[in-house]
Nanobody
Framework: QVQLVESGGGLVQAGASLRLSCAAS????????MAWFRQAPGKEREFVAG?????YYADSVKGRFTISRDNTENTVSLQMNSLKPEDTAVYYC????????????????WGQGTQVTVSS
């Protein structure tokens, strides 16, 4: 049984940093692309960052967010710097076998989500 468990969300002021982590179990981690998506109230769930062999970012977070993975610990992290109020959303960890894509419908497994709130 695959489980993805996120942690690290919270309430911060604009300009601050947060680090999200996702612990994966029940899968051969190195064979999976791992990604972060986010969903703000009333909006579609959108791709934020993803990695397997290479890393990919949404334009809105390039230069501010960094995704990394540890294949020995089965974890993926998202370092978020220079946070803006528009980054406020529930952030989800997701996994799919094979290469990274930006389409949420390609991802088989999802975490429960962690809330990130950035105040102005």
């Amino acid at each position: 049984q695959v489980q993805l468990v996120e942690s690290g969300g919270g309430l911060v002021q604009a300009g601050a940093s947060l680090r999200l982590s996702c612990a994966a179990s029940g899968l051969t981690f190195s064979r999976y692309a791992m990604a972060w998506f986010r969903q703000a109230p009333g909006k579609e769930r959108e791709f934020v960052a993803g990695t397997r062999w290479m890393t990919y970012y949404a334009d809105s977070v390039k230069g501010r967010f960094t995704i990394s993975r540890d294949n020995t610990e089965n974890t993926v992290s998202l370092q978020m710097n220079s946070l803006k109020p528009e980054d406020t959303a529930v952030y989800y960890c997701a996994a799919k076998p094979g290469s990274t894509t930006k389409d949420r419908y390609d991802y088989n497994y999802w975490g429960q989500g962690t809330q990130v709130t950035v105040s102005s």
